[in-house]
């Protein structure tokens, strides 16, 4: 099956200030490396060790030959701050610095390493060549330490590689009163995106040209055994099916230089009545496997999709911040039993989008609100296609990257929870929780002019999407902050 993710590739190269023991770097990259084979980290051990410029250009011939997409500098003694940081500057690719603590109060004469003293020198010889480098919160530590810090930074360098081999494809325009989707494109081409912007009426001309695609009863049954007996709608399958195979074939045909790709497509109102059918289910089943789809012609919104994919490996979806929760279900369900207030909880919804996995009864239907307008008198045709059912309780991260109108990036991060309380309504939907979610609404979503949509990661996600910004440079990111601390335009008196 085609991976849309990237397979981090990791070189571990340890480096030595002259005037120590090399040996003592090289003992302790070997330790290392060992508990990472002990942790399930892989990684290639670089054999040379790192004491001057030409072992950087040996490092390097090593860390291509070994196919290595990621680095790892490791300071096993304080280190030479001119080649190690020589080497992550001409690396291709997402690089880390960690350090090893001493071993021993034994041995501290030719044992001691003083890494921790190099680390400082490491960090302002990077900033002198302009190199952003992940250094974990506290990057110091030992064998087991280091290989934990190393696992840590995997998620992060495969978000990176992902975005400097990936390609957005868009079907638009937007839909009238969907501005807030705002999409200008410059921040993708800064943060290595492509992008092939396309007319909905390419997609419909590639669409028709399936008509009758030999493939279509094979992926139909795909389908039908997904659905098992969530399938209510089988008759409008083989739309689905051509459909889902268009997609697929528009990204085989169409990558080009890139290796990975999303889709920002429209979905309605004119997709219902020209392509016969609503396309969320569709969209589920390629987010399923890592290809997000976001509706809306939403751009950023598939952005925020991909990169909570690459981050923890777990299909996402993107949710409407869509409702309240009524006060009758929050005093019967919630009040008492889960440590929230009403104004933390809220529903995240969406038509149909979310993939199977995460619901609890999913269920072919059709969507309700366009029915309303488009087939108000008879039985649901065009308006069938969407996924729903309550999504499973468990944790979740809300997060979004997005542009303003000027093109300044931004982002917002928020861990939370969905919980097991039945939502009484239509979509794919579930009851979240965020603690402090009623400030973080008003304060950020509102106060900072983010729209609707929000990438959902499905567990904490937090500590891995907080660093890919920092390295991307995102100066802004906004959680939900505690109640002892207040955001900058916050009333305190409220």
């Known amino acids: 099956m085609y991976k849309n993710i990237p397979v981090v590739k ?23 490396a060992a508990a990472c084979a002990a942790q399930g980290i892989s990684v290639v051990e670089i054999p040379t060790v790192i004491e001057n410029e030409t072992h950087t250009l040996k490092a390097l011939e090593e860390l291509k030959a070994a196919e290595c997409n990621a680095l790892c500098v490791f300071l096993g ?52 060549r302009g190199v952003n480098a992940y250094i974990p919160e506290y990057p110091v530590g030992t064998a087991e330490e280091v290989a934990g810090m190393i696992g840590e930074f995997i998620p992060v360098a495969r978000v990176l590689i992902g975005l400097k081999k990936l390609k957005l494809f868009v079907f638009g ?37 399936h008509d009758n695609d030999p493939r279509i009863p094979a992926k139909m049954e795909e389908m039908r055994e997904e659905l098992g007996d969530g399938n209510k709608m089988d008759g409008i399958l083989s739309r689905l099916a051509q459909y889902e195979i268009t997609l697929e074939d528009w990204m085989k045909d169409n990558l080009g230089a890139s290796e990975y790709a999303m889709f920002a497509n429209k979905c309605w109102p004119a997709f219902q009545t020209e392509f016969g059918f609503v396309p969320c289910y569709v969209n589920s089943r390629l987010a399923s496997r890592l290809i997000p789809v976001s509706c809306e012609v939403d751009m950023y919104g598939a952005l925020s999709e991909y990169i909570i994919a690459c981050a923890t490996e777990i299909p996402p979806t993107i949710l409407d911040i869509n409702n309240t929760v009524p006060k009758d279900i929050y005093i019967s369900d919630i ?7 009403l104004q933390d909880t809220f529903m995240g919804f969406h038509c149909g989008n979310t993939p199977v996995c995460h ?31 309550d999504i499973k309780p468990g944790e979740i991260t809300f997060f979004r990257l997005q542009s303003s109108a000027d093109c300044v990036l931004r982002s917002y991060i928020a861990q939370g929870e969905i919980l097991p309380v039945a939502t009484r309504s239509f979509g794919g939907i579930g009851i979240f ?52 601390m207040l955001y900058p335009k916050e009333n305190p008196f409220a």
């Open 10 to 32: 990791l070189g571990l190269v340890a480096v030595s200030r002259d005037c120590f023991p090399i040996s003592l770097s090289e003992t302790r990259r070997k330790a290392v």
């Open 77 to 128: 003694n304080f280190g030479p701050e001119g080649p190690e940081t020589l080497l992550a500057q001409k690396f291709d690719g997402p690089v880390m610095f960690v350090a090893a603590a001493e071993e021993s109060g034994e041995d501290l004469f030719n044992g001691r390493g003083d890494a921790y003293c190099g680390m400082l020198n490491a960090s302002y010889n990077l900033k002198l």
């Open 173 to 209: 325009p937007r839909p009238q009163d969907f501005v807030a989707c705002n999409a200008p494109i410059e921040p993708f081409f800064r943060l290595g995106v492509q992008i092939q912007e396309n007319s909905e009426l390419d997609l419909l001309v590639a669409y028709k040209k």
């Open 335 to 341: 009040q008492g039993k889960y440590d929230y207030s």
């Open 359 to 389: 619901l609890t009864k999913p269920e072919m239907r059709y969507q309700l609100i366009m029915k309303r307008s488009l087939e108000p008198d008879s039985e649901p045709d065009i308006t069938r296609g969407t996924l729903e059912g």
């Open 433 to 484: 929780a965020i603690p402090e979610m009623g400030r973080f609404y008003r304060h950020v979503l509102i106060g900072k002019n983010y729209p609707h949509h929000g990438g959902v990661a499905f567990g904490k996600a937090g500590k891995t999407l907080y660093s890919v910004m920092r390295l991307l440079g995102i100066t802004e990111v906004d959680f939900n902050q505690p109640k002892n």
